[in-house]
């Protein structure tokens, strides 16, 4: 069979949360002997980013070109991201903005192609116009469980209503019924999560919505980087602390800061990923900080991680049972925030309430022996290790796969 995948890569090296949910089932689709064909919308992939799909043995393909200016720029798209009331803008910027200039060369590229099925992120929306226009199967990974998710208000910060009215009107310019969950454009096939019902409610998703257990690969992802192992204390306590490609730009000292500070309190050592600090010449004493970390390795030794919320971490998190403490600092991460406190798992924390006091009385309760938000979480971890999300995941996509072949 030969399986197109599409994933969305806005700009380099800052979508490594909507290239990772991809790499298990890539690495499965081709381990049970089948073509599996890459392309990133709406930009092509980083040289980083390219060399790790490849690395797995799938066929990296040229996306349709684009004019310059149609997305904002890198820096601009972080600003807005930070910025509540107009950060509908970045969302526009790459994901309605470049549909029109990209949909004809898409549709060629695909009847080039000739896929059996095409596996794509659920935000791509020139990617479901393309395919439905195409009568072609599309399976769609929804990056988190937000597809579960009827209002922005309540699972998005900032202000992204502006974007429902000209999306629809768009999709039905195209004579495409429009079936949205917040930003997820439901798939008419399948639509996977990489979570299981233990932590996502079942009953909340859409029709066609599989859970599927986890997508932590077995081996290496392809993005492995130079650590400095031999720093890694094994008699104190370690916190893990990211933040996601695009943010780990930033300052973000009024999250930083307080990490520090209660890390030394509580003589544990911090595991930072920040490519602001990471640059600078400060001297961190016992702490590590890197631009980029080799997360799943790192959560093997970790005692507490405290993340953004990004689907991806929260779900490797609770997948090697390190509770998770979440600050979550824009787009969905609400989602996946309120997720892990309704669990028990671990906290979920407003940017605005984090502070040294919070910051410290929160660490010394996950670090507590025998505390049971690390117990609880031992426990969800049992059901995303039994179930093996990359080949439940293969299996509906060869369904669809076999059906058009």
Same mark, same amino acid.
């Given at each position: 069979?030969?399986?197109?995948?599409?994933?969305?890569?806005?700009?380099?090296?800052?979508?490594?949360?909507?290239?990772?949910?991809?790499?298990?089932?890539?690495?499965?689709?081709?381990?049970?002997?089948?073509?599996?064909?890459?392309?990133?919308?709406?930009?092509?992939?980083?040289?980083?980013?390219?060399?790790?799909?490849? #690395?797995?043995?799938?066929?990296?393909?040229?996306?349709?070109?684009?004019?310059?200016?149609?997305?904002?720029?890198?820096?601009?798209?972080?600003?807005?991201?930070?910025? !509540?009331?107009?950060?509908?803008?970045?969302?526009?910027?790459?994901?309605?903005?470049?549909?029109?200039?990209?949909?004809?060369?898409?549709?060629?590229?695909?009847?080039?192609?000739?896929?059996?099925?095409?596996?794509?992120?659920?935000?791509?929306?020139?990617?479901?116009?393309?395919?439905?226009?195409?009568?072609?199967?599309?399976? #769609?990974?929804?990056?988190?469980? !937000?597809?579960?998710?009827?209002?922005?208000?309540?699972?998005?910060?900032?202000?992204?209503?502006?974007?429902?009215?000209?999306?629809?009107?768009?999709?039905?310019?195209?004579?495409?019924?429009?079936?949205?969950?917040?930003?997820?454009?439901?798939?008419?096939?399948?639509?996977?999560?990489?979570?299981?019902?233990?932590?996502?409610?079942?009953?909340?998703?859409?029709?066609?919505?599989?859970l599927v257990g986890s997508a932590v690969p077995?081996?290496?992802?392809?993005?492995?980087?130079?650590?400095?192992?031999?720093?890694?204390?094994?008699?104190?306590?370690?916190?893990?602390?990211?933040?996601?490609?695009?943010?780990?730009?930033?300052?973000?000292?009024?999250?930083?800061?307080?990490?520090?500070?209660?890390?030394?309190?509580?003589?544990?050592?911090?595991?930072?990923?920040?490519?602001?600090?990471?640059?600078?010449?400060?001297?961190?004493?016992?702490?590590?900080?890197?631009?980029?970390?080799?997360?799943?390795?790192i959560l093997k030794k970790a005692h507490v991680?405290?993340?953004?919320?990004?689907?991806?971490?929260?779900?490797? #998190?609770?997948?090697?049972?390190?509770?998770?403490?979440?600050?979550?600092?824009?787009?969905?991460?609400?989602?996946?925030?309120?997720?892990?406190?309704?669990?028990?798992?671990?906290?979920?924390?407003?940017?605005?309430?984090?502070?040294?006091?919070?910051?410290?009385?929160?660490?010394?309760?996950?670090?507590?022996?025998?505390?049971?938000?690390?117990?609880?979480? !031992?426990?969800?971890?049992?059901?995303y290790q039994n179930n093996d999300g990359a080949?439940?995941?293969?299996?509906?996509?060869?369904?669809?796969?076999?059906?058009?072949?």
């Open positions: 069979m030969k399986i197109l995948v599409i994933t969305l890569q806005v700009s380099d090296g800052n979508s490594k949360g909507h290239i990772h949910p991809f790499i298990t089932t890539t690495q499965k689709l081709i381990s049970m002997g089948h073509d599996v064909f890459w392309l990133s919308l709406p930009k092509a992939l980083s040289q980083a980013d390219r060399e790790q799909v490849e #690395s797995l043995g799938a066929q990296v393909v040229v996306p349709p070109p684009l004019k310059e200016g149609i997305i904002k720029e890198n820096k601009e798209l972080a600003r807005l991201a930070m910025d !509540k009331e107009n950060n509908y803008q970045a969302y526009k910027s790459f994901l309605l903005d470049p549909v029109p200039h990209q949909l004809d060369g898409l549709m060629e590229l695909i009847k080039d192609l000739a896929p059996n099925v095409v596996l794509q992120d659920n935000v791509l929306y020139s990617a479901a116009i393309a395919c439905t226009k195409l009568q072609l199967p599309f399976v #769609s990974i929804c990056v988190g469980p !937000k597809i579960m998710g009827k209002d922005f208000e309540e699972s998005y910060l900032g202000n992204l209503q502006p974007i429902i009215e000209p999306r629809r009107a768009m999709f039905e310019s195209y004579g495409v019924k429009p079936n949205f969950r917040l930003f997820e454009y439901v798939s008419p096939y399948a639509n996977i999560i990489f979570a299981t019902e233990e932590f996502v409610d079942k009953a909340a998703l859409p029709e066609n919505s599989f077995q081996g290496g992802r392809g993005d492995d980087v130079d650590f400095p192992w031999e720093d890694v204390a094994t008699d104190k306590n370690i916190i893990y602390a990211a933040f996601g490609c695009v943010l780990s730009k930033m300052p973000l000292a009024d999250v930083i800061d307080p990490i520090f500070k209660a890390a030394d309190a509580l003589d544990a050592q911090l595991i930072l990923a920040s490519e602001h600090l990471a640059a600078s010449a400060k001297d961190f004493g016992r702490h590590i900080v890197v631009s980029y970390a080799p997360q799943l390795e991680f405290i993340t953004h919320g990004g689907a991806s971490s929260v779900m490797e #998190s609770i997948y090697f049972g390190v509770p998770p403490i979440v600050v979550p600092l824009s787009s969905d991460q609400p989602v996946q925030a309120q997720l892990v406190e309704k669990a028990g798992v671990g906290f979920n924390i407003a940017r605005e309430q984090w502070n040294d006091e919070v910051c410290l009385a929160t660490l010394q309760k996950l670090l507590a022996s025998g505390n049971e938000f690390a117990a609880k979480c !031992k426990t969800l971890q049992t059901t080949k439940n995941a293969a299996d509906i996509i060869l369904r669809f796969a076999v059906t058009n072949s």
